[in-house]
């Protein structure tokens, strides 16, 4: 068989030389154009038959899938994926949705059940820092809307301007009233002299007559007046007068006379304030429209913070979302000069204060509407749909972020499994954070065993307990629920144990604290870390349970040493230091020196008799003196005065390291509240079982971010870190606890999602399920990336 190859200028002249070279029944294979002419492959007829031969018959393969429709479908499983995840990481982010978030969720319910804009609230919501627990992030919602809402800096100040004070606004808000409340407060500085009143109403029967008794009663002159030339007549009558006061008709902000009304002040010689009265009890919208028509009348075009020059808020004692009118001030930059809470002149007006404003209007108590719920829902609805406008780039970052490293999901979560940060049990817990049929007792034996394992591996012969109390807002209770946080570190290294709850009692949670705490107490010594010495009757509780006690001391404190009374400060001069190590503090290479004394501190007060000293009870204690002293300098760099348990005496130097490790417990209660906050809206134990079973899993995430705390280091405190949207700190640096508690929050709904949809390739590696997990977080991230 011979195949040749023919290269001519044209394709009559390469058809020439085939039919001259194999004959007139050549068969042409090809055919193409190439540089300096046409290319023909061509074959003799005779070796096409050897061809056809040899040639194997042809077998119709089985029918195949539909290629096409089998790619539809995984495009189609992909899109719902990534739209699952979109909806994941929406809440997560800066952006307040509905899902996703708990912590925002709750606070954008709050804000728009106290009468807020869903706009000022996902604008809030948008610049809240990262870290804060519940309370501390109504802290600051509280300040900044205090910082916007702008008030009269001094009352003086309006007065000393003189003029022409116009109030104006809709029907039935309250300007004559208010009227006579502000010539009242004038009089009482200025007296009546100086101050003459105006009504312009005179549609309103027995208007004019109600401001004329007011005036009567200061002393000072009331002039009715009905239109702009009555209006320039009087005031050229007043020009003695160093202030009028002008209680201006009440019209609708859709009233086609309006204009006139407010155009009667515009030829007014003498400098005018324009004061515009808003109903504290209207709703947001009626407000705003009010805003808008009274600005616009004063013929300066809207602009913010011109038209008018300020607003007098009243029927602050009938409002019930006076967010609403704060909202609105907010928006358009009016100051707010006063408030008015009821009819009582001159009593019930008083000086604007931006942080009671804010105050008031979280603390108005509301005993439930029908509107309510639906005006909840529909700015919930509309937080939704901006935030599908508003998220788009933020959504593409991250998921494109996680799609060029998908290799960081498999090895944040393999590090996290074969760890001992407790993930495995904190995504247990997850999993059945919704199964009604995981009891709270199964899921509490969960934690308590994690609790005892980690116990066998990481302490020596005491456990030591800390405690806090915060507080957490109560369902249905204008009083805060105070709840006690107990964290349980190991006497090695100070490594978070296990945390538990308690607050409500007889409640289930009580039970399962308790119920914790035995079964830590039956293995290791307990050691309660306190600030302040506790009441006899707690010593003498911990005393009969075997447990131990170390307390810090003040230095003025006054105890027996000897039969002597001293001061603790006085007594720790007298005693002997020995140095037991080096340790690194405030920058500089330090010496600890210690020194102790057996010592009883009185119940009471010390009394004292000829430099003796004796007491009616007290408690019998070791006071132990801790002294830092820069090894190159010698200059004392920091005191400490501790009081511990007689038993514990002879454990001076660990007793000094174990104070150390309670100083940083501040900051890790902040990272357990947020967890609380962040996964279980604040639920705090009750007999609601539901409620325990999701404070033991927000416990458990706040416990595992505490873990890797101590692990800067590690991996998968980076990747969570950069998951919750933290940039990633210095190799040495460990995340911020709040931070690791969002990212593991983030990691467990992208596992959620994840697992919905199973990778094909990897049902096969169901004997293996964590690689499988790690597997399909990888391919499905690609795949999304794609």
Not at 97 to 105: C, I, N, S
Not at 129 to 143: E, K, L, N, T
Request: charged share 25%.
């Amino acid at each position: 068989m011979s195949v040749a190859k023919f290269v001519a200028a044209n394709g009559r002249e390469a058809l020439r030389r085939v039919r001259e070279a194999m004959g007139p029944d050549a068969v042409v294979l090809s055919n193409r154009t190439v540089d300096g002419g046409v290319e023909i492959v061509a074959m003799r007829d005779t070796d096409v038959g050897a061809i056809s031969s040899s040639a194997q018959l042809y077998v119709p393969p089985a029918p195949a899938r539909d290629d096409e429709a089998e790619m539809g479908e995984l495009r189609g499983e992909l899109k719902s994926m990534r739209a699952l995840i979109e909806r994941q990481f929406a809440g997560m982010g800066n952006v307040p949705v509905a899902t996703g978030d708990p912590l925002r969720e709750s606070l954008f319910t709050w804000l728009a059940g106290a009468g807020f804009s869903g706009q000022l609230a996902r604008t809030l919501l948008a610049h809240l820092p990262v870290g804060h627990d519940r309370q501390s992030a109504m802290a600051w919602i509280r300040q900044e809307l205090a910082r916007k809402v702008q008030v009269l800096a001094d009352e003086e100040a309006l007065f000393a301007q003189g003029g022409v004070l116009a109030l104006i606004g809709p029907t039935g808000v309250g300007k004559t009233t208010t009227t006579a409340k502000l010539a009242a407060r004038f009089v009482l500085k200025h007296g009546p002299e100086r101050l003459a009143l105006l009504t312009t109403d005179s549609f309103r029967i027995g208007a004019h007559e109600q401001l004329r008794i007011y005036g009567d009663i200061l002393g000072v002159p009331v002039h009715a007046v009905k239109d702009a030339a009555d209006l320039r007549f009087a005031l050229n009558a007043l020009a003695d007068k160093h202030l009028v006061i002008v209680d201006t008709v009440g019209m609708s902000q859709r009233d086609r006379n309006l204009s006139e009304q407010i155009a009667m002040l515009a030829g007014v010689q003498a400098p005018v304030q324009r004061v515009l009265l808003l109903n504290g009890a209207s709703h947001g919208d009626t407000l705003n429209e009010v805003v808008h028509a009274y600005r616009q009348d004063a013929g300066l075009g809207g602009e913010p913070g011109c038209g008018l020059d300020g607003c007098i808020i009243t029927k602050l004692d009938e409002a019930t979302h006076l967010g609403s009118v704060l909202d609105v001030v907010i928006r358009h930059r009016l100051p707010v000069f006063y408030a008015s809470t009821g009819q009582r002149v001159p009593e019930h007006l008083e000086l604007a204060q931006a942080p009671a404003l804010v105050e008031r209007a979280f603390l108005t108590p509301r005993r439930g509407s029908v509107f309510a719920d639906a005006d909840v829902a529909r700015r919930q609805a509309g937080a939704l749909e901006d935030a599908e406008a508003q998220r788009g780039p933020a959504a593409e970052d991250m998921l494109r972020s996680l799609s060029d490293s998908a290799d960081a999901v498999g090895a944040c979560v393999a590090e996290l499994d074969a760890g001992t940060q407790g993930f495995p049990l904190l995504r247990a817990l997850w999993q059945q954070r919704d199964d009604d049929a995981a009891s709270l007792r199964s899921v509490a034996q969960q934690v308590r065993e994690a609790a005892c394992r980690d116990l066998g591996r990481g302490c020596d012969r005491h456990v030591l307990a800390l405690s806090a109390t915060a507080q957490f807002a109560a369902g249905g209770r204008r009083a805060p629920h105070h709840v006690q946080t107990t964290l349980w570190l190991s006497d090695r290294d100070g490594f978070p144990l296990a945390a538990a709850v308690s607050g409500a009692r007889n409640g289930s949670g009580e039970t399962e604290a308790a119920t914790l705490r035995a079964a830590l107490a039956a293995t290791r010594t307990v050691v309660n870390m306190v600030d302040a010495l506790p009441a006899p009757a707690v010593l003498a509780r911990w005393q009969q349970g075997g447990e131990r006690w170390l307390a810090r001391a003040r230095k003025g404190a006054r105890m027996l040493s000897g039969g002597t009374a001293w001061k603790v400060e006085a007594l720790a001069e007298t005693l002997t230091f020995h140095a037991v190590g080096e340790l690194h503090e405030q920058g500089c290479d330090a010496v600890q020196w210690l020194a102790q004394v057996p010592v009883r501190v009185p119940d009471g007060p010390l009394q004292r008799r000829a430099g003796r000293g004796n007491a009616d009870g007290g408690t019998d204690a070791c006071l132990l003196v801790s002294r830092l002293v820069e090894r190159d300098s010698g200059r004392l760099l920091d005191t400490s005065y501790l009081l511990c348990d007689p038993a514990l005496a002879d454990e001076s130097a660990r007793l000094a390291q174990w104070a150390r490790w309670a100083l940083a417990a501040e900051a890790r209660f902040r990272t357990l509240r947020h967890a609380l906050d962040h996964l279980a809206r604040g639920a705090v134990p009750a007999a609601d079982e539901a409620q325990c079973r999701a404070a033991l899993m927000a416990l458990q995430a706040g416990l595992t971010a505490l873990r890797l705390e101590c692990e800067p280091g590690a991996v998968a405190a980076g990747f969570l870190s950069r998951l919750a949207g933290r940039a990633a700190g210095k190799a040495a640096q460990a995340a911020p606890g709040q931070a690791l508690v969002e990212g593991l929050a983030r990691l467990l709904a992208l596992l959620d999602v994840l697992e919905g949809y199973p990778v094909r390739a990897n049902r096969a590696a169901a004997a293996d399920p964590v690689r499988a997990d790690t597997s399909a977080a990888e391919q499905q991230l690609e795949s999304v990336g794609e």
